[in-house]
């Protein structure tokens, strides 16, 4: 069955540096989202990818915050200048232009910011 | 904006026993409720999902019901089994948009 992949599973920076978490969407789809989970508290939405843009995003995602999809198959999230706030599970999740609406995540990756 | 509310925030029943989450939400455009069950450390994994031009799905011992009048929708487990224990998320979005979660109820099945 095809599964949404995330890298690295745990990234550990330094407050102020730059980490980029990097995702790999289901092949055929084209919807693409950006969550986070602050341990023990609820999955929050970032952002969601459409047609190479932007097409949706939440307050959180200000403008140290970027996603681009380099190539036919990433989705990346950037984080320009990491604070300490920052640490948590970021989920990357796609789903299917069919219109099921169903979005599958990945396993995560662990941001913890020192 | 959608804002989606989850009760309980924790349920703790003995193993064969029914358990009930429920969640409302505001706003009447949304017309779809995945719920995820999430184990420690791991990802959200879809369980069963509602559309609002159905009343209620089921899925061998998981049930989804949705009252889009009173906008709100519910998650039965029945004959509820230790490996049941997780925290288990509502959800509520319109197609391609986000999904916005509710606060997750912890739920734990004792043998």
């Known amino acids: 069955e095809p599964e949404v992949t995330q890298t690295p599973s745990h990234q550990v920076t330094q407050m102020g540096q730059e980490v980029i978490l990097r995702c790999v969407p289901i092949?055929?789809?084209?919807?693409f989202y950006w969550y986070r989970q602050i341990l023990g508290q609820k999955v929050e939405f970032l952002v969601s990818?459409?047609?190479?843009?932007?097409?949706?995003k939440s307050e959180i995602f200000d403008d140290q915050f970027s996603v681009e999809r380099p190539d036919g198959s990433n989705f990346t999230l950037k984080i320009r200048s990491t604070k300490l706030e920052d640490s948590a599970m970021y989920f990357c999740?796609?789903?299917?232009?069919?219109?099921?609406?169903?979005?599958?995540f990945g396993a995560g990756t662990r941001l913890s910011v020192l | 904006g959608e804002n989606v509310e989850q009760h309980p925030s924790t349920l703790s029943v003995q193993e064969g026993d029914s358990a009930v989450i429920k969640c409302t939400y505001s706003?009447?455009?949304?017309?779809?409720f995945p719920w995820y069950k999430q184990e420690l450390g791991k990802r959200p994994q879809l369980i069963i999902d509602?559309?609002?031009?159905?009343g209620e799905k089921k899925d061998q011992r998981i049930a989804v019901t949705l009252n889009k009048t009173a906008k709100h929708f519910s998650l039965h487990i029945t004959e509820t089994q230790p490996e049941d224990s997780a925290v288990y998320f509502c959800?509520?979005?319109?197609?391609?948009?986000?999904?916005?979660f509710g606060k997750g109820t912890t739920l734990s099945v004792s043998s």
């Open positions: 999740a796609s789903s299917d232009p069919a219109g099921k609406n169903i979005q599958y």
């Open positions: 092949s055929n789809h084209l919807y």
């Open positions: 990818f459409y047609n190479n843009e932007i097409s949706e």
């Open positions: 706003d009447s455009a949304s017309n779809y």
């Open positions: 509602i559309r609002s031009n159905v």
């Open positions: 959800a509520a979005n319109q197609a391609g948009t986000a999904l916005i």
